[in-house]
């Protein structure tokens, strides 16, 4: 191993072990293999939303026929935080009618995820409100 790699190899442990320090198992795991992510064709209700931090988050919502969600996928370029959130939000929501989905709370999804620290709330709630957002989009199936 060269010095290069070496100090590459060096530099990517400190970065692990600060991300450790800062963020939950459950936050890493979602930023680093999110599940739903993709946009979705012919979806029954959707949104895009820009937050204030300049991310922005895509929402995509299927029904099924008894009025719960079936499917929910998420897109977003924001930060691993905001990868991590729409991740579990969309995982969250599936089964749920549409009422139930309106009322998860940024504080919810926050806790599903074992926490976040104070400067990545807000990547839950762009999160919730584009959910919110794409539930008044719904068209009846």
């Known amino acids: 191993m060269n010095d290069f790699d070496s100090l590459a190899k060096e530099l990517q442990r400190r970065v692990d072990e600060e991300e450790r320090a800062l963020y939950s198992k459950q936050v890493i795991q979602h930023a680093y293999h999110p599940e739903n992510l993709g946009r979705m064709d012919r979806a029954d209700g959707s949104a895009v939303v820009k937050g204030w931090c300049g991310d922005t988050t895509e929402i ?3 029904m099924g026929r008894g009025g719960a969600i079936r499917e929910a996928t998420f897109m977003t370029d924001g930060c691993g935080p905001s990868v991590a959130c729409g991740s579990m939000l969309t995982r969250m929501v599936r089964g749920l009618s549409p009422e139930q989905a309106l009322l998860i709370s940024p504080q919810q999804l926050i806790t599903s995820l074992n926490g976040l620290p104070e400067e990545s709330v807000h990547c839950a709630e762009l999160a919730v409100n584009t959910l919110r ?9």
């Open 60 to 62: 995509y919502l299927r």
């Open 133 to 141: 957002v794409a539930l008044r989009t719904l068209r009846k199936v």
